[in-house]
């Protein structure tokens, strides 16, 4: 099966590349006008066979019959017969001719007594004698309206359905195919159940989302509309208005002023027109065109006959774009026609009857668009052109009909007509034999397509896009810009020619049909209530979210690690930063810390070098050294949090951070308990007098930082800190930073420092009037109280960050209260050593305390 569905479309390539590569055009002049005469009328023909030879003086006489209003369907029908006569092999010795009813088109009353009379003299026909001059059976070919086509179907199916057959070469409709009802009626044109598909396929390729139908309310239009709801739901396009044109004239013109309103009104620029040329819609569409609506139509072929009185001017990009069924050209028929009468079938009369087929190449380089070719000039240049004619969707039906009507005829006679005739009986019985074996006709056609009368039997669909403009001076101009085929899969069944269209129109886009704008990429689609699915609002992706499409219901947040860039079109990944040594923040905080923390040893290094001076003992020595070397590690610390954080340094940071200032503060708060007993207890007989000369004070130290190692180990169990990505905080950054861990720990951490140093900052409050040499307790108040300032202020400057600015506050904290700390204890006194040495000294001690008690006993 594969196999043979290979070769077939092998075969087929050779027929379908030229239509890809040999685009047509088309050019025609008419009479503008707007009479009843330009509607397409209803032809109906008889067609019989004989055994005698037809020559061409035949079709002459006959066609000088015919009146000139839609001549090409007799010239039509008379090129297939002459076709087919011509042929060998087909119909050998029996020639085809035609004859229509008296009064030419649309005469039924005519039609109608000619059958009468036939079916009532054919009752009298008597035993064993045949009276008629053949036994042939007659054929009616009738259209291309389908109105025509119902009412003779009804007269044969009700009086002569054993004389007569039917085929019709009008569009094909719905009410003609029941067989019950019409079972001697065919239909040469294919449905139209891709058609609704091709319209769709076309507005995805232009981008139109905003259509406007209007469409004649009967059975074929509901069907249609039935199939284009269907697909245009699919694609999500919408509605601009649907106008259901009534059949009926009255009904039409009481609502004639709405019509015209909601085309006028709407913001559409392209409108679906789907009904019969010779209906109501047919006279709405005129009068719209000719009150000035500037619109692209779409239609079907059947369509390009309807002129106004005002056509379009030359620099309008509105149009008729026009689905037809796809069928090869005909060729020599312009010839055949213009060897019946040279004089008559002139080509400027061709060309008011009928589309010429013209070499766009040619016209293209005359000029820079085939619209701007029409004037009076091109006009004369068309009329001495030698162009072909082209072959409407009527005129090939009819070809078609003809055709099927000799393969049926040439398969009935081979097998059953050399059979004895029956009593005459076989003048009844022929057409229920042709009729029997039209049903099962199928052939290949002389120009290669394939013809099926098996309705059951579902033909893939191919159609012509053709683009028609009406143009003054009375010239149209149809130019072929694409093909719609079922054969080929979903995605790729339209395909259109742009160079054809930029070619004809100077641009290769169409007018745009949208209710709404696109939202380009960084936006989405957002629908009020009550509106059309097609109608909407363009709103922003929110914040850290991204579309890089167009059109999009909803935007998409970016991973955490990436971030919207400033259209919000895409996801950049973030850049990984932490306090680092290399920038600016991270180098100078680094290096204010080593600077404090080699200021701090070059203090202790005076103060082991002066250790036996007054100032150096009267501050309880050991006390200062312990106190300096705790400082000289609080200004370390910082380091542990500026670089890349890790695990160890993670947990070090905070640790290392509470033991530390930990013994620095309950340093603090001995030194304080030392001075307070020094001054307080030191009287004979006083029990407080063992604790300072035990040198109990000291413990403190030990006992409180052995309370907060504790605290520490509890953190470090159950919540210890970890490395946390904050990938909020900053806009397109991703922040490393020591997650706390446990929050209750910290500020437990941190709480249990303020207890201390609440505590030491009471104590040395207490002590700040006694009679210190040196001032120590007052010294000891100012640091408490900065100490205490710095970290109440730490609190809600932390809480109001985040992300890096959180580690540097931590860190300035850290170094503000360290310096603090070393700037009102140490400072001074270095500054006696160093550059007071004559007040570090016993003697001067000795006068300074007697001038002090002196001023005592005075105050008193």
């Not at 700390?821 to 305390?849: A, D, H, M, V």
């Amino acid at each position: 099966m594969f196999t043979l569905i290979f070769l077939f479309l092998l075969l087929n390539i050779p027929l379908l590349m030229p239509r890809f590569i040999y685009p047509t055009c088309f050019w025609r002049m008419k009479q503008n006008n707007d009479k009843d005469a330009d509607l397409v009328k209803d032809c109906t023909f008889i067609l019989t066979s004989v055994q005698w030879p037809v020559e061409r003086d035949y079709f002459n006489n006959i066609l000088n019959m015919q009146p000139t209003e839609n001549n090409q369907f007799a010239l039509a029908l008379a090129f297939s017969i002459n076709e087919i006569n011509r042929n060998p092999d087909l119909l050998p010795n029996i020639s085809l001719v035609f004859q229509f009813p008296q009064g030419g088109c649309k005469n039924m009353s005519q039609l109608h007594r000619r059958l009468y009379f036939s079916e009532e003299n054919n009752n009298d026909i008597l035993p064993n004698y045949i009276c008629n001059e053949d036994t042939t059976c007659i054929v009616l070919l009738t259209g291309p309206n389908w109105e025509t086509s119902a009412m003779v179907g009804t007269l044969i199916n009700l009086y002569i359905s054993q004389q007569l057959l039917q085929l019709t070469y009008g569009p094909f409709h719905p009410f003609l195919s029941n067989r019950e009802q019409f079972p001697f009626l065919y239909q040469m044109a294919p449905k139209d159940t891709s058609l609704a598909l091709g319209m769709v396929s076309l507005m995805l390729h232009f981008n139109w989302n905003w259509i406007g139908v209007a469409i004649s309310d009967n059975d074929q239009g509901t069907q249609f509309l039935s199939h284009l709801r269907r697909e245009m739901e699919q694609n999500k396009i919408c509605f601009a208005f649907l106008n259901m044109i009534p059949v009926e004239m009255h009904l039409f013109r009481a609502r004639a002023e709405v019509y015209y309103n909601q085309i006028m009104t709407s913001s559409t620029n392209v409108v679906i027109i789907y009904g019969d040329t010779d209906s109501t819609l047919a006279v709405g569409f005129k009068r719209w065109k000719s009150l000035g609506i500037q619109r692209l139509w779409i239609a079907t072929s059947q369509w390009d006959d309807t002129t106004i009185k005002a056509d379009f001017t030359l620099n309008s990009t509105y149009g008729t774009l026009a689905f037809a069924h796809h069928h090869a050209e005909i060729s020599h028929f312009k010839s055949f026609v213009q060897t019946l009468n040279p004089l008559k079938y002139s080509n400027e009369y061709l060309a008011r009857l009928e589309w010429m087929k013209l070499n766009c190449d040619i016209s293209a380089s005359k000029c820079k668009t085939l619209k701007n070719c029409i004037s009076n000039t091109s006009v004369q240049w068309l009329k001495v052109q030698s162009l072909d004619m082209a072959f409407s969707d009527n005129s090939y039906d009819i070809y078609n009909a003809v055709y099927t009507v000799a393969h049926a005829l040439h398969e009935m006679i081979l097998q059953v007509y050399n059979q004895p005739m029956d009593n005459g009986k076989e003048y009844y019985d022929h057409c229920l034999k042709l009729n029997s074996f039209l049903r099962k006709t199928h052939f290949i056609n002389p120009v290669g397509e394939r013809v099926n009368m098996n309705q059951k039997e579902k033909l893939q669909e191919e159609y012509d896009i053709f683009q028609i403009w009406n143009f003054p001076y009375g010239v149209g101009l149809k130019v072929k810009i694409g093909e719609f085929s079922t054969y080929f899969p979903h995605n790729q069944q339209l395909h259109l020619y742009e160079d054809m269209i930029e070619q004809s129109t100077g641009r290769r886009q169409m007018p745009p049909s949208v209710c709404s704008a696109d939202c380009g990429p960084g936006f989405r689609k957002f629908w009020q209530e009550g509106m059309a699915a097609c109608c909407f609002d363009c709103h922003s992706c929110p914040q850290n979210e991204v579309s890089n499409e167009t059109n999009v219901d909803k935007c998409v947040r970016c991973p955490e690690d990436q971030y919207a860039n400033r259209e919000q079109k895409q996801c950049i990944p973030k850049a990984v930063v932490f306090l680092n040594y290399k920038e600016p923040l991270g180098m100078v905080l680094a290096l204010v810390a080593s600077c404090f923390s080699a200021f701090t040893t070059v203090v202790l290094g005076v103060f082991l070098k002066h250790h036996d001076t007054p100032i150096v003992k009267a501050n309880n020595q050991n006390l200062s050294y312990i106190l300096l070397i705790s400082l000289i590690f609080s200004f370390l610390c910082p380091l542990l949090f500026i670089g890349h954080p890790n695990s160890a340094t993670c947990v070090m940071q905070q640790v290392t951070f509470g033991v530390i200032f930990t013994v620095a503060i309950s340093t603090v708060l001995a030194k304080t308990v030392t001075v307070l007993l020094a001054f307080k207890v030191t009287a004979p007989g006083r029990r407080m007098r063992y604790f300072l000369v035990s040198g109990a004070p000291n413990y403190i130290i030990t006992i409180f930082t052995l309370i907060q190692i504790i605290f520490c180990v509890i953190w470090l169990r159950f919540s210890p800190p970890f490395i946390e990505n904050d990938a909020l905080s900053e806009h397109g950054q991703i922040i490393v930073v020591c997650n706390k861990g446990s929050v209750n720990a910290f500020y437990s951490v941190l709480g249990y420092h303020g207890f201390l140093a609440l505590a030491s900052f009471i104590v040395a409050f207490l002590a700040r009037n006694l009679p210190d040499t040196f001032n120590e307790a007052k010294l000891l108040t100012f640091s408490m109280l900065l100490f205490c300032s710095v970290w109440v202020t730490f609190i809600p400057v932390y809480h109001s960050t985040k992300g890096k600015v959180m580690v540097v506050v931590e860190v300035l904290s850290i170094l503000i209260s360290s310096a603090g700390l070393l700037g009102c204890i140490f400072i001074p006194k270095c500054y006696i050593i160093l550059l007071r040495p004559e007040r570090n000294s016993t003697q001067e001690l000795k006068e300074r305390n007697s001038v002090q008690k002196l001023r005592e006993k005075r105050s008193f």
